[in-house]
């Protein structure tokens, strides 16, 4: 069977800098993989190479088995490929659920065209991700760890079947992170692959089946979260100059 997602060798260069030089990975349906490294390292950007907002430089990106690079955004959100962002946009002058139901009328296969029926989508996803009693709030008025949980709430109603997620634990409490653990772990159990970019190394440990490390654009571990954790080279990369 294909892998939901498969990157193979690829490049993103921005001018003289390579973001990301030469990865491979595949992420299997069911699977959460972790992607970690220390700022800079290329994880965004290999996000925005699977996501389709930048193009690769070199390699290929292929989704349930198709490759993909020559599609913009938009079409590969309509597959199905859901992100997150690192910095959060909400439409400030709407409803948390509206903000939600943009994601509904844009999701996979064209989304739902009826606006009733994509705010009845987006309250549901609103529950699951535990912020249905804002629904009514202006989105411009949740605090931090709310817009956390609308950005994740707008990449799920877009029905994504992989979704990718841009450090949606930074700035959030002990509490916050274990419930947005638990959310992450329905979203998998509904048979999403997920992608989940993430500083906090305790949180990322306990969730991901797999983790990747980049270093300088570089993937330097591949493998089960213990066995990349205690891996000399990541610890020299990466924890090492955390602990410094
Ligand atoms: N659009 C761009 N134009 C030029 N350089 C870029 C662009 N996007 C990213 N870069 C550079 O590519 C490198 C990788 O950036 P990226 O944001 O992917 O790293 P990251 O691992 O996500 O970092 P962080 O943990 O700080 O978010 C950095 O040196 C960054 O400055």
Do not use: W
């Not at 299997?28 to 950007?45: R, S």
């Not at 065209?113 to 202006?138: I, N, P, T």
């Not at 950005?151 to 419930?179: R, S, T």
């Not at 989940?196 to 190394?201: Q, T």
């Amino acid at each position: 069977m294909n892998a939901r997602l498969e990157v193979r060798h690829v490049t993103r260069r921005f001018a003289g800098l390579v973001a990301v030089r030469d990865v491979s990975f595949t992420l299997a349906q069911d699977e959460i993989l972790g992607v970690i490294g220390p700022n800079g390292a290329g994880k965004t950007t290999l996000i925005s190479l699977v996501s389709g907002t930048i193009p690769p430089s070199e390699g290929e990106v292929l989704f349930q088995g198709h490759p993909i690079n020559r599609l913009p955004a938009f079409r590969r959100a309509r597959l199905g490929i859901g992100r997150t962002f690192q910095i959060m946009q909400p439409f400030p002058g709407l409803s948390v659920q509206d903000n939600v139901a943009v994601g509904a009328l844009f999701g996979q296969g064209g989304g739902e065209s009826e606006l009733a029926k994509a705010r009845e989508q987006a309250r549901e996803c609103l529950d699951f991700v535990g912020l249905g009693r804002f629904a009514g709030q202006r989105a411009d008025e949740l605090g931090g760890p709310g817009r956390k949980r609308l950005e994740l709430a707008k990449a799920l109603a877009m029905k994504p079947k992989l979704l990718l997620c841009d450090e949606v634990m930074a700035g959030l409490n002990h509490v916050e992170i274990d419930e947005v653990i638990g959310v992450i772990r329905k979203v998998r159990d509904q048979g999403i692959s997920v992608l989940v970019i993430e500083h906090v190394i305790k949180a990322i440990k306990s969730l991901s089946d797999r983790l990747l490390v980049l270093h300088h654009g570089e993937k330097i571990a591949d493998g089960a979260p213990d066995a990349v954790l205690s891996d000399p080279a990541v610890v020299q990369a990466y924890l090492g100059k955390r602990r410094a």
